[in-house]
C-alpha cells in the first residue's frame, strides 16, 4: 500500500538473451575491449574475500564499483591489495 500511496511506478522486463547473445559475445569476448566493458570492474579478489568484498561495495569504498570475485585468485595480504585502481 505504500507504494500505492507515493504512486511509484515499477518497471521491467526481460532481456531477449537469445535473439542478442550471438552478436554481443564476440564484442564482449574481444581483447580490444570495444564495448568498455573492463572498465567497469574495479576489484578483484578471491573467494574467500566475499563479504569484505560485498561491504566495500556497499559503502563505496576504495573506488569500489564493481567487484569480481574469483575462485583461482589468492587471498591478498591486506584488504586493499587486492584492488585495481578506480576508475
Not at 22 to 38: E, I, K, M, T, W
Not at 46 to 63: C, H, I, N, R, V
Request: some cysteine; hydrophobic content about 45%.
Amino acid at each position: 500500500m505504500d507504494m500505492f500511496d507515493k504512486q511509484l511506478t515499477l518497471r521491467m522486463g526481460q532481456a531477449n538473451v537469445r535473439r542478442w547473445i550471438d552478436d554481443v559475445l564476440p564484442l564482449v569476448s574481444d581483447s580490444a575491449d570495444p564495448l568498455g566493458v573492463l572498465d567497469l570492474r574495479t576489484h578483484r579478489l578471491p573467494l574467500e574475500s566475499a563479504p569484505e568484498a560485498y561491504a566495500m561495495f556497499q559503502k563505496k569504498t576504495d573506488g569500489c564499483i564493481k567487484v569480481v570475485l574469483d575462485p583461482a585468485a589468492r587471498p591478498a595480504a591486506s584488504p586493499s591489495a587486492g584492488t585495481e585502481g578506480a576508475a
